[in-house]
């Protein structure tokens, strides 16, 4: 399984970027697709997922700014960002895997298959 992050760059406090995932990989729809970020210095913290059925899970810091949608026939996630802020700057990653549970997507460790990241930085 190989996972392409892109769409990431420099953005002003307030604005939006849509990030993309797309997965090589057969029966995608199997798979839960997650976004996590990493930050300088920081731990790799979840940012959302979407299960098989298409639920979204959201962190609390992101909620209600962020959207994560995915595209089974394009074998793609995406994360549409509004009101940026600045410390939403970090590296941002895709990630995927069959059998993790509701209970775990926030784990980085949960998941089998990353995406390279795309840095997002927010600032004026």
């Known amino acids: 399984v190989q996972l392409q992050a892109f769409g990431g760059g420099l953005v002003q406090p307030g604005g939006s970027l849509r990030l993309s995932c797309t997965a090589s990989?057969?029966?995608?729809?199997?798979?839960?697709m997650s976004w996590f970020r990493q930050a300088p210095g920081k731990e790799r913290e979840f940012v959302s997922a979407?299960?098989?059925?298409?639920?979204?899970f959201y962190a609390d810091s992101v909620k209600g700014r962020f959207a994560i949608s995915r595209d089974n026939a394009k074998s793609a996630v995406y994360l549409q960002m509004n009101s940026l802020k600045p410390d939403d700057t970090a590296v941002y990653y895709c990630?995927?895997?069959?059998?993790?549970?509701?209970?775990?997507?926030?784990?980085?460790?949960?998941?089998?298959?990353w995406g390279q990241g795309t840095l997002v930085t927010v600032s004026s």
């Open positions: 990989v057969d029966s995608f729809r199997r798979y839960v």
């Open positions: 990630a995927a895997d069959q059998q993790v549970i509701v209970s775990s997507y926030f784990r980085p460790d949960s998941y089998a298959y």
């Open positions: 979407i299960n098989r059925g298409n639920s979204p």
